[in-house]
């Protein structure tokens, strides 16, 4: 169905409309019957009307959600005869009939004003069980408020266009009158109502029963309010009622009784607050809303929940009206469908049927689509949860460095890779770890947490960063599978004042000092050549550390690749771009505000970006670089990598030379060799040194050689 | 398929990038591309290439002569194949524009890929008709 929605609704309207050709019959049947017709004395249906109206809105709630056919208008026709007899067979079902009633009624409004007449002829009262049943359907009537305040619109629409001594204004104002007054003494008699209640519900059920005193505890909770409300628009009206409703409202549940009685009105009035009140604090609210909007001059009793109380509130005034219209209605109708033939009939019969069916079709898909819709928010929500957890807040200071991170994920729902973590260590350090998994979403998620919580170990376990992604990077080559990893560590001194990272196939950190008088910013190189690769891709990796020295404010920014190759038109956002923009930030300035600004200059931000800012706290001092340290291997040498490094570093051409034959030396002799850069006083020494080259094989291995 | 010398050729997209599929011989598989290799384009390189390897070419070259700008998605693609590679089989890329190279020596992978400036060199490599040191 396209919208599930609207063929319901001409559905309903089709229902309707067949039913009221099916409906006429029973007041014909009854006229032959010889019972009493809508035609019926005013009074006796005024009488019968609130209370039926209760029992049958709950009876007809409780049969099975059959539209508006015939049934629940048949035991209705026979009640009419003896009020006090007992309620027939579909009074005390369950499932809400009511609710299915009112939705109809809701969608025709003629079909509506047929069920209440009906229930209103049924004045079904019957005792003990009909009560009992009334206090279930309060209940009941709470849930299909909407339908019923719908109802209650409708049937104060009909008042109106009936006119009549039964104006607007002074029915409302009898009603609110008769139902201050109801509250106030309901208010008085909370316990012996709710003794009532309790005694009715017992009969009725559990379910019921619980129901009830959870409303009668609530009755006493609002009973102030709705009182207040209630009394402050009764107080300037006289009460002719009073005298006899008070009698009955004692007994609610037995205020079946009470229609018998004189105080017809009153005691209907009575039931109508004594039923708001059961229905809780939102009831007695509404009720009191409801008081207050009847006197105001516009008609609008569909806004609250109970509606049970706009639809007893209208229920006299309805009363004599729908008496009028209704039979008027019925008639034209009645007169229409008499034309129509015999075997037309059937054919609507169904046709209703089928539409019933496509209805009830329609009406299951657009639940399930409901709780889809619900699940897949659920779902995003712990795909949120997960993320949280593997982007988590670090404390915005550890030790003497302010910390800051972000994330601003690619569009597209669920995580993107990017992970990142801000942790102390022992003395005093400060390590800080972002990394890229490869992949999106579902795939990436659980590579991220692998990859996050290892490195994290090795680092808490004493490794230095080199040492920690290149043991990671033999430990998690069979794990990763399919997807790689780049990541890089770095551990900051605060009382050595330097900074040392490695880097797995990532982009190194942009370290910038504080302007200088010029404005310019001092920045530590950084040299791409000879980079280590991702982990993951079966290579050795870590093999490369820097050391940057920072003797004075600074700040660092780490970040992921998704902010370097974010697009600027045509080309990528780079390096340089975002020192800019990191020394663009001001004071107080973070990683948020660092990504806010690549967000602005950038066109497009196909991948995700995260970004993790370290603010150095100290006097003046460019940041520069240190040394650095690079495992060696043929092929790097082969490939011309370690020449291109040399070069990159600022090593004197002579001296690049040197120390490329002193590692081809080392190589062939003793098959490892480890290349050291000094940087001092703007030169770079280099020296090669045949160190022990940390082997991460198996403990066996390494016992026997 | 080995053993066949036709040339598959995919049409370019509007954006001026296409993907040529060649077979030199009937072990290698050439794919050369064209234009932006950026996050739409990465999966017709992926697709060609698994079809290369599909089809049980065991020497591929990746042509990124005509390439002028790559991202870290298209690099993703080439990791991904490049570790997906069984035994015995080689893959080479052709690569000489310095932004894409740039792209390469920033993710450390400029020492796991075999990188070479022509596509004869690239070939020959891929053939194992180099002498590698060690």
């Known amino acids: 169905m396209f919208s599930a929605r609207a063929p319901r609704r001409a559905l309903l309207a089709v229902a309707t409309l067949g039913a009221c050709a099916l409906i006429p019959q029973s007041p014909a049947a009854l006229a032959a019957k010889g019972t009493t017709t809508n035609a019926s004395p005013p009074p006796i249906e005024i009488a019968a009307a609130p209370h039926a109206r209760r029992a049958e809105r709950e009876a007809s709630e409780e049969s099975a959600p059959a539209p508006i056919a015939p049934p629940p208008e048949t035991p209705v026709a026979r009640g009419r005869h003896a009020l006090s007899t007992p309620a027939p067979a579909p009074a005390p079902a369950p499932i809400s009939g ?17 069920s209440a007449h009906g229930r209103e002829r049924a004045g079904s009262t019957h005792g003990t069980a009909g009560s009992a049943g009334a206090s279930e359907g309060v209940a009941a009537a709470g849930a299909t408020s909407g339908d019923q305040a719908t109802q209650g619109v409708e049937s104060l629409a009909r008042q109106k266009k009936g006119g009549g001594e039964k104006g607007t204004g002074k029915k409302q104002k009898e009603k609110a009158k008769g139902k201050g007054k109801g509250k106030e003494t309901e208010a008085e008699s909370v316990t012996p109502a709710e003794a009532e209640s309790v005694r009715q519900h017992g009969a009725s059920g559990a379910g019921a029963k619980s129901k009830s005193d959870v409303l009668a ?13 209630a009394a402050s628009i009764a107080a300037p009206l006289p009460s002719p009622s009073s005298g006899t409703g008070e009698a009955s409202i004692a007994t609610a549940p037995p205020a079946a009784k009470g229609i018998a009685g004189a105080g017809a009105r009153g005691s209907r009035e009575r039931r109508r607050t004594h039923r708001a009140k059961r229905l809780g604090p939102s009831g007695a609210a509404a009720a009191g809303v409801l008081a207050v909007k009847s006197v105001a001059p516009g008609l609008t009793a569909t806004s609250t929940g109970s509606s049970s109380a706009p639809h007893a509130k209208h229920a006299a005034s309805r009363q004599p009206h ?22 037309v009939r059937i054919l609507i019969g169904v046709l209703i049927a089928l539409a019933l069916v496509l209805g009830l079709r329609s009406l299951i898909a657009s639940i399930r689509t409901r709780r889809l819709v ?62 890229d998994v490869s992949g999106h979403g579902r795939e990436a998620l659980p590579h991220t947490a692998l990859v996050r919580f290892t490195v994290r170990a090795y680092l808490e376990a004493g490794l230095a960063p080199a040492e920690a992604l290149q043991t990671a990077g033999v430990v998690l080559e069979r794990q990763l599978a399919d997807s790689f990893a780049t990541v890089i560590a770095a551990v900051y001194h605060p009382r050595e004042r330097t900074l040392t990272y490695a880097t797995a196939g990532h982009p190194p950190p942009v370290v910038l000092g504080e302007p200088t008088a010029d404005g310019a910013f001092a920045q530590a190189a950084t040299v ?7 982990i993951g891709v079966q290579g050795r990796t870590g093999t490369r550390q820097t050391v940057v020295s920072v003797p004075g404010a600074a700040r660092i920014c780490f970040h992921t690749d998704g902010v370097t190759e974010a697009r600027v038109g045509a080309e990528l956002f780079g390096a340089e771009r975002l020192a800019r923009t990191l020394a663009s930030l001001d004071e107080d300035g973070g990683a948020t505000e ?5 967000a602005a200059q950038s066109d497009a931000r196909p991948d995700d970006m995260a ?30 990598r370690v020449e291109r490094f040399l070069h990159d570093s600022g090593v004197e051409p002579a001296e690049v030379a040197a120390a490329l034959d002193a590692a081809r030396a080392e190589l062939t002799l003793t098959g490892g060799a480890v290349l050291e850069l000094r940087f001092e006083r703007g030169t770079a020494v280099a020296s090669v040194r045949a160190e022990n080259v940390l082997s991460t094989e198996p403990l066996a291995v390494a016992h026997a050689s | 398929m080995p053993g066949m010398t036709d040339i598959q050729t995919s049409q370019p997209s509007s954006g001026g990038f296409g993907v040529i599929q060649s077979q030199p011989d009937e072990h290698t598989s050439v794919v050369a591309l064209e234009g932006e290799l950026d996050l739409e384009r990465a999966p017709s390189l992926k697709w060609a290439l698994v079809d290369s390897l599909d089809a049980g070419f065991k020497q591929i070259v990746v042509d990124l002569t005509q390439v002028g700008f790559m991202d870290s998605t298209a690099l993703s693609v080439l990791v991904g194949v490049n570790k997906s590679l069984d035994v015995g089989a080689r893959l080479a890329i052709v690569c000489v524009n310095t932004n894409v190279l740039k792209i390469f020596e920033l993710s450390g992978m400029d020492g796991t890929f075999v990188i070479l400036p022509t596509l004869e060199q690239a070939l020959v490599h891929v053939r194992g008709q180099t002498t590698r040191i060690g």
């Open chain 1, 322 to 343: 729908a008496a009028s219209t209704q039979p008027a209605l019925v008639k034209t109708i009645t007169k229409i469908v008499g034309v129509v033939a015999a075997p």
């Open chain 1, 374 to 435: 619900r699940q897949r928010g659920e779902l995003l929500e712990d795909v949120g949860l997960l993320q949280a957890a593997l982007l988590p807040e670090p404390p915005s200071r550890l030790g003497p460095v302010g910390t800051s991170v972000a994330y601003r994920p690619a569009d597209g729902p669920g995580a993107g890779g990017d992970f990142y973590d801000v942790f102390a260590l022992a003395d005093g350090r400060l390590a800080v770890i972002v990394g």
């Open chain 1, 611 to 640: 970004a993790c800012v370290l603010q150095v706290h100290g006097d003046v001092g460019a940041p520069a670089l240190l040394s650095e340290r690079v495992e060696l291997d043929e092929e790097s040498l082969r490939r011309g």
């Open chain 1, 594 to 598: 660092l990504l806010d600004g690549v």
């Open chain 1, 528 to 534: 791409t050549s000879c980079a280590p690769p991702p």
């Open chain 1, 98 to 114: 009511s609710g299915a009633g009112g939705r109809h009624a809701g969608s025709g409004a003629t079909a509506g004003a047929q």
């Open chain 1, 217 to 229: 505890t609530e009755e006493q909770a609002s009973p102030t309010q709705a009182t207040e409300v």
